[in-house]
Nanobody
Framework: QVQLVESGRGSVQAGASLRLSCVGSGRTFSRDTMAWFRQAPGADREFVGF????????HYAESVEGRFTISRDNAKNTLYLQMNDLKPEDTATCYC????????????????????????WGQGTQVTVFS
């Protein structure tokens, strides 16, 4: 079965750090553009950041720029989200996602910041930040 599974959930005090992991199985994700999204209670799903294939660069939402870092370990088929200086407004269910058609897309296509840009999703993991 092809799937992504997030781990690293936590409840932490404001200013703390957490690292989330997203482990793929069923196929390799090393050639996929991958992303993190999050959804706060009662809110729409929000883009957090992506790591685009074949580029090694990343792009982040303004709300997390400078605090969050996305990385991957292709040998482990794993995507990471390092979250530093967490704030109460970061409280959300966090999802990883992959675009299996990344290898077919143009280098000059629109940046994939929408949920509809991705076709494989994890089940989500909860991040809670309290004051």
């Amino acid at each position: 079965q092809v799937q992504l599974v997030e781990s690293g959930r936590g409840s932490v005090q404001a200013g703390a750090s957490l690292r989330l992991s997203c482990v793929g199985s069923g196929r390799t994700f090393s050639r996929d553009t991958m992303a993190w999204f999050r959804q706060a209670p009662g809110a729409d799903r929000e883009f957090v950041g992506f790591l685009k294939w074949p580029s090694v660069g990343t792009h982040y939402a303004e709300s997390v720029e400078g605090r969050f870092t996305i990385s991957r370990d292709n040998a482990k088929n794993t995507l990471y989200l390092q979250m530093n200086d967490l704030k109460p407004e970061d409280t959300a269910t966090c999802y990883c996602a992959a675009d299996s058609k990344s290898n077919l897309r143009s280098l000059f296509d629109r940046a994939p910041t929408r949920s509809s840009d991705y076709d494989t999703w994890g089940q989500g993991t909860q991040v809670t930040v309290f004051s």
